[in-house]
């Protein structure tokens, strides 16, 4: 007999995120996500604007808006979240550093604080894991003494990430932690951040638009699309050969290479659907070139298809 399977370190099942509306009935933005990530793996979230990243992102964390109703089960190491598990076993990288950092103590004073209350050392150790911290992120010691305010764009980030790792979480969730930076910046603070994270131990879990910088750096991607995964696999099959149309329209919707990063969002003809109007058939159907009657009359359930999942009626490659 095979040996059991390790048990995963991240277990998302059945996660949905509903926003009440008055009068109707609750609009859905989240449907039913699952997968897993294992330890040490670098798994991204993709899709179109609007399409759940950030609310599976945050609702995993537990930090979902006030106003939503989140169900499900999220499990890390086989136990649920809680919210003592953020900056603990769990550490998040926003998009904008400066939300993270606070403005009123030196950088290397925020990570000591940090070492201090998790870990309950002492002063002086504290402050040397955080400045060991800092200087694994390439900060210079004049930069990790300053003032958040006074470091460039790129430098933040690096006190960020240094500020997630240092100590030592299992998981750390990332949204979109490079485009508030300049496109060159983007792709040594991507690398970065995948190396510290390897280097700690810790699973990484990103949520980008960037599908080149997807493909470079996950492991595995999911793709989203109107809150529900679309296919799931590994990053550099499913971005290079996938199989789910939706995926293929994401691809070929980027413009191609040459120009600014930046520009490079996809941005896909028609709208996506308004979230709460998909209750029939597949939410991609109204945009996708291989729709049927079929596609229109039945949501399809998750499949295998060339070792992803495929949530598709009419995988691309499969015979009709
Ligand atoms: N607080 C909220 N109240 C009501 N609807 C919300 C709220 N937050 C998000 N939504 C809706 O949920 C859907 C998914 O939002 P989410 O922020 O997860 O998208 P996203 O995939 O991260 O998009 P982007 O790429 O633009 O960041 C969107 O339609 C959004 O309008
Ligand atoms: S189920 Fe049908 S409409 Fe949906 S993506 Fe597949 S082929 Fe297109
Ligand atoms: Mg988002």
Redesign the pocket.
């Known amino acids: 007999m095979p040996p059991p399977a390790p048990e995963p370190l991240l277990s998302v099942d059945g996660l949905r995120v509903s926003?009440p509306r008055a009068a109707h009935a609750d609009?859905e933005?989240?449907r039913g996500i699952g997968f897993e990530v294992s330890a040490g793996e670098v798994f991204a979230l993709v899709?179109?604007?609007?399409?759940?990243?950030?609310?599976?992102a945050r609702a995993l964390l537990g930090m979902a808006?006030r106003?939503?109703a989140v169900s499900g089960r999220v499990l890390l190491r086989g136990a649920p979240v809680t919210p003592a598990d953020l900056g603990r076993r769990l550490a998040r990288i926003p998009q904008d550093a400066l939300s993270a950092l606070s403005p009123v103590h030196r950088v290397e004073d925020q990570l000591a604080l940090a070492v201090r209350s998790v870990q309950g050392l002492g002063r002086r150790e504290a402050r040397a894991a955080a400045r060991r911290a800092l200087a694994d992120t390439g900060l210079a010691p004049e930069a990790a003494t300053a003032y958040p305010h006074a470091l460039s764009g790129g430098m933040r980030q690096r006190a960020v990430i240094a500020l997630a790792l240092v100590n030592g979480p299992d998981l750390v969730v990332a949204d979109?932690p490079t485009t508030a930076l300049d496109p060159e910046r983007q792709e040594h603070v991507l690398t970065l951040l995948r190396e510290r994270c390897a280097v700690a131990g810790a699973a990484l879990l990103l949520?980008s638009?960037d599908l080149e910088a997807v493909r470079r750096h996950a492991d595995r991607v999911a793709v989203?699309y109107a809150?529900r995964i679309v296919e799931l696999g590994p990053a550099a099959r499913v971005l290079e050969h996938p199989v789910a149309p939706y995926t293929r329209a994401l691809l070929a919707s980027l413009p191609t290479a040459g120009l600014p990063r930046r520009s490079r969002l996809p941005v896909l003809a028609g709208a996506p659907p308004v979230?709460g109007a998909t209750d029939e058939g597949c939410a991609f159907a109204p945009r996708c070139p291989c729709a049927t009657a079929l596609c229109r009359r039945e949501d399809p359930g998750p499949r295998t298809v060339d070792g992803r999942r495929v949530a598709c009626h009419h995988p691309l490659g499969e015979a009709a």
């Open positions: 926003f609009v933005a989240v899709g179109e604007s609007g399409a759940g990243k950030s609310l599976t808006p106003a939503a979109e949520v638009h989203l809150g979230p």
